[in-house]
């Protein structure tokens, strides 16, 4: 009878415990301040073991469903948008949910996401929490509480904060402005402004440079002042995190022009390669070599070069948002 009174007592505790309990929790920490969708695959790379050790408990035990929490700190890191944390945070625990079901197999009725965003500043809080939790035995689950466990179709107040617009936002997360000298293919020195777009990994810039020095021309017994101008567009990548050395690919066109006459009287044009250095963030030096063609008024060809060189010093930084 004693035995009896106990199993009884068991059964009736048990029946009592909460439908979902804890079984296990995997954090994945210090998240850079800018990044949610636009993360690298190589960060993530260090916490395989970890998203292997979720799916193989999800796999063996069919009773448990993983919670992913992104979190984003109090950190304003573009000012007067400290808003977009709260999409920061959902695109962080979309992402591991993206990786632990393409990645690691797991089953996407059995994943789900939440936002979380802290005012304390600090990697700590820069972080996805994984949260597996076990259905009770007994009676129909509860319905997670949509302020509590929110599921793929996550409800945003501003359109800024749905994931797409804020990975179009972590993408060009990077815009300013840099003005200096460059010595063109003609050999002259030409004030130049750049404006560039988009973020420390990859971005877009474009330059102008006009210069006041002029170059004399006689075309039929007729004298013109030519100026020279420059108009170029280029990728920036950064080949490393820690060196500021940066790979550019583009275009420039180069050319010698008189208002008087109203046209280029000498145009050089064509692909660059080069390479930038940044000095303390402030100081931007880039050499660039292009094959380039040569149109001079007058020739009735083209002529081709394999060899010209342009190098230029700009101080960047002068805004930047």
Known sequence: MKHLLL???????????????????????????????????????KHHDMFWQVA?????????????FGRADGL????????????????????????LISNFGCDSTRVFTQADVSEKKGGEYRSVKIVLLRKASFGPPEKPK????????????????HP?????????????????????????PTPVIRGRLGNPTISFDTEFGFSPATNEWRINESR???????????VSIALSQK??????????RNEERSPDFGRYLRKREGPV??????????????????????????????????????IEVLIVNLWRK
């Open 243 to 252: 060196h500021p050395i940066d790979l550019v690919l583009g275009w420039d």
């Open 56 to 68: 193989d408990l999800l796999r063996k035990d069919s009773t448990l469903d993983a919670y992913v």
């Open 76 to 99: 304003e890191y573009v000012q007067n948008h400290d808003a977009k944390n709260a999409g920061i945070a959902s695109s962080r625990a979309i992402s591991v949910r993206n990786i």
């Open 164 to 188: 797409i617009v804020q990975e179009y936002f972590d993408f060009f997360c990077l815009a300013e402005l840099g003005v200096g000298l460059t010595i063109t293919p003609f050999g002259k």
């Open 273 to 310: 390669t080069g390479l930038g250095y940044t000095y303390h963030e402030r100081l931007n030096v880039r050499a660039y070599w292009s094959p380039y063609e040569e149109d001079v008024y007058g020739k009735r060809f083209v002529t081709r070069h394999y060899n010209a060189f342009r």
């Open 7 to 45: 199993l009884l007592l068991l059964l009736v505790s048990v029946s009592m415990l909460p439908k979902y309990a804890a079984a296990q929790e995997f954090i994945v920490r210090d998240y850079p301040p800018d990044s949610g969708f636009s993360i690298g695959a190589s960060f993530y790379e």
């Open 146 to 161: 949509r302020d509590t466990v929110i599921r793929e179709e996550i409800i945003y107040e501003r359109v800024s904060d």
């Open 224 to 234: 013109y002042d030519a100026n020279f101008r420059l108009v170029s567009g280029h």
